[in-house]
């Protein structure tokens, strides 16, 4: 069989692009000019012509445990030189595995079972689900700003216009002040977005409730933390008029906060439905619902069937990267270089006029940018002359908010104090003159 050729010229790859992709697919370009991407080594990558960046995205959470983790590849490559797919009808021992190993990273002292998914939509979507068959409610509490996924169930919990499409959403679902005490209405206060829970029941919803789903940290929103106090009440609401709590830990799960496993363990709550992708597969195709048995058990009655779900290749990755998260304490390095590269956004706030705030813990951390500190004018321009700057630098980050006046870094758990190094010395460039 002759090899498949590919051409790595730009001008081709635009063309094609621009002649075969879809515009849904075209319109998200970060940089104004391409940036492809040709290698991938743990925090690190190459663009075509070998020039080396520290990757502060990790291709939007997805890479966990880093590029080209060996033991990820080795864990799909034995499973695809055995067999690369078999679908839930039939019976295989890796996704059965992985599905215990998940549920031990839950709470204790809880019946949890696993639906596995491709990607974070779908299992969104799974969980609207399963929140509505289980109480037997319609009515949705979400909140502005949240990210949630592309499809139409998961796009209507979305709370940024750029998201959300227009067309007929879902009905039922309500979005409600975000707390957020640097740009959010009602500022520092957490009982006010309380109050305004309650207020969307009472003049919004029948009354009855399917539930509540919830970032613990807003991801595409702009690393906007939940504040202490709020999920536990929020939570106790919720349930007192039937209805269950989803949390969404797509982006903050697998121990990139650095103090817990998952986000929502920071807030004493215990959520009735989780759910999890990106990091869960270091960009393995794999997402997943992870809920109470009693909850999940109503759907028993109908086939919810995912062609590709609990696929052997991507449960095989899902393994071995929970296995080199524990051997590499990867963590605790994300709570410890974390802590470091936190440092170095708090010294860019400090000297650069334009750092309106900076927000995070772990390696989940951003930086808001504003033309004024008084009036936190969105700096949408300037952001976007720092982040091509960081580009030119060696970085590769994400501008995000509703605004797109936020850097955020989530990079690769495995990065190092002396990447955070070389961040701090590229960041210093980029925003030179700020
Ligand atoms: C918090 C959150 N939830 C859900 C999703 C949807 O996941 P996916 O893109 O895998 O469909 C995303 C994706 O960015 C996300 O950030």
Redesign the pocket.
Known sequence: MSPISTDWSTEAIVARREKYYAASQRAFVPYKTPLIFAKGDRQYLWDEKGRKYIDLLGM??CISVGHNHPTVTRAVTEQINQLQHCTTMFYHPVPAHFAEELVARMPAGHDWVVHFTN??????DLALVMAQMFTGNIDMLALRN?????TIG?QSLTGISGFRHDIPLLGGIHHMANPDPYRGVFGEDTAAYLAEIDRTIQYSTSGKLAGFIV?PI???GGIVETPPGYLKAAAETVRARGGVLIV?E???GFGRTGDNFWAFEGHAIVPEIV?M??GIGNGFPL?AVVAERHVAEMLAGKFSFHTYGASPMSCAAGRAVLQVIDEEKLQQNSKKVGASLRKVLDRLHQKHEIVGAVRGHGLMLAIELVTDRKSKTPAAKETADVFERSRDNGLVMSKSGANRNILRMVPPMCITEADVAQVEDALERSFAGY
């Open positions: 939007n959470v990607s974070g939509t779908e299992a969104i949240a990210y949630h996924g592309a998961a970032e807003q991801g595409y969404d797509v982006q903050s759910v992708a990106k997402g």
